[in-house]
């Protein structure tokens, strides 16, 4: 049993064939999943599908390409949705705030732009208690730098992703952080995400496959991923760090299960 802890079933690769994505996924062992809404409109259409499916939850943020063209009735409509103003999601299904970050490899928003939408999520994760999922592209540094100035959030952040090196690794976990791996620590040149990868603890790993993008080896030519292939992103994470799959593949459930305060099953 698996679960892919970070998907966007919402875009249109896999929104137009929904049904069936969740259905591979469950056949695969993937029984759970959760759906990131990186902006409003994506949001209100994954709370239907979550509304729909008892095996699908919601995280919801802005993503931070986005954050040049976020209006205040953006930012409003992400709050009510999160403080439970939202009437067509159910309690339970809205687990966690994000994506969101910082990304300055691509100039789609300046970096105080970035900056002022990732402290109002950071902000919103404080007073509703739910658990932050970041994104962080070649500003990993400086989202460690704005993460210290909220200690609340110590246990409930999640880099989503993870792609850094061992310097970086040991900062965000000697910051309380969490790290997720996708498909692309299968990559063949990814040996500075594997290292990462072995000195993870157990109780701080997350699986995830950023679906539609970056589909994990040996399957890596289909288009689009899906959730049901991040069996092959346990399974090569769990020779990595020399465990057993089952051993890898419980200890990430029950982790996603911890932090998201998924329900049991």
């Known amino acids: 049993m698996l679960i892919d802890t970070h998907c966007h079933l919402t875009f249109d690769d896999l929104f137009s064939q929904v049904e069936a994505v969740l259905h591979r996924a469950q056949a695969a062992g993937v029984t759970r999943v959760i759906d990131v809404a ?25 993503h931070p390409h986005e954050a040049a063209r976020t209006s205040d009735d953006d930012l409003a409509a992400l709050g009510d949705l999160h403080r439970g103003r939202w009437a067509e999601l159910p309690a339970d299904r809205l687990v966690a705030i994000g994506e969101t970050g910082l990304d300055f490899h691509y100039d789609f928003a300046t970096p105080p732009q970035q900056e002022a939408l990732f402290r109002f999520h950071l902000e ?65 040149n990814a040996q500075a995400i594997r290292e990462s990868a072995r000195i993870v603890p157990d ?17 890596r030519k289909q288009r689009p ?13 769990a020779q990595l760090r020399e465990d057993s799959y089952e051993s890898l593949a419980a200890a990430t459930t029950a982790n996603a299960i911890r932090f998201f305060q998924l329900p049991e099953e």
Not at 38 to 57: F, K, Q
């Open 203 to 219: 109780n701080r790993l997350m699986v995830e496959t950023d679906a539609p993008f970056m589909s994990p080896e040996p399957v």
């Open 225 to 237: 991923c899906e959730p049901a292939l991040v069996v092959h992103t346990a399974r090569f994470l």
């Open 124 to 188: 919103l994760a404080c007073e509703t208690g739910r658990p932050v999922i970041i994104h962080a592209r070649e500003a990993e540094s400086r989202v460690c730098d704005i993460l210290a100035d909220y200690p609340m959030l110590l246990g409930r952040v999640v880099f989503h992703c993870y792609s850094g090196g061992i310097e970086l690794t040991r900062r965000i976990l000697d910051m309380g952080f969490w790290l997720s791996f996708t498909g692309v620590v299968t990559f063949r």
């Open 38 to 62: 990186t902006n409003i409109a994506d949001a209100r259409r994954a709370v239907g599908l979550s509304a729909e499916h008892r095996n699908v939850y919601l995280a919801a943020g802005i």
